[in-house]
């Protein structure tokens, strides 16, 4: 997977180089609605605006989901091979507390009047949409801790703090790539748009 990943990276920096010189060859003959990158504008619209490109909600969407999913993985709760006493108590309880938190969830949602309903009471777009895959991930965490602390796949708070490390680990050729398509993409609308 990460040599797919490391092919579609030097792919997008092919691609930014292509749109740089395309971009300066378009605004050359006077293209209509074509800014070159390589004008003093465009250089100072991609070393001064680099950090705002990247702060979209998919970046942070993407840690999120890759500590979750680091936690969740480590924490044993999908390998249930090992079915001891503890780990069928551990279940049942994480079970229990995955259903305490979804309705918890719903009742900010589907209660007349809810806080996370938009203005015009939808659920989308609302408060509760734009919150969707932070709450999943902190439900993630929470349940899947919960069962690795009493399963004792999980010994202490330093456990459950490496398995959040290790999914940003496995995600880190995802986290580049993605850096990189923003980068890309902020390029793209300034060129074109």
């Not at 995955?98 to 989308?124: D, E, K, N, Y």
Request: hydrophobic residues 60%; glycine residues 6%.
């Amino acid at each position: 997977m990460t040599k797919i990943v490391a092919r579609l990276v030097f792919l997008l920096i092919v691609a930014e180089l292509l749109l740089v010189l395309l971009s300066w060859l378009l605004s050359a003959t006077q293209t209509e609605g074509v800014r070159s990158l390589l004008s003093s504008e465009g250089i100072r619209f991609m070393f001064g605006q680099f950090t705002y490109m990247l702060l979209k909600p998919q970046l942070v969407w993407l840690l999120l989901l890759a500590m979750a999913g680091g936690c969740v993985w480590q924490s044993g709760v999908l390998h249930p091979s090992q079915m001891a006493f503890r780990r069928r108590f551990a279940l049942r309880v994480a079970l229990s507390l995955l259903v305490v938190l979804m309705l918890c969830a719903a009742s900010l949602v589907f209660i007349p009047h809810a806080v996370l309903l938009s203005s015009t009471g939808r659920i989308w777009p609302s408060p509760f949409s734009r919150a969707l895959v932070p709450m999943a991930s902190a439900v993630a965490i929470v349940v899947s801790s919960c069962y690795g602390l009493l399963s004792r796949t999980f010994i202490s708070l330093h456990d459950i703090f490496s398995s959040l490390n290790w999914g940003l680990q496995q995600a880190s050729p995802f986290i580049i790539l993605c850096l990189l398509l923003l980068q890309f993409y902020g390029a793209c609308c300034y060129v074109f748009l």
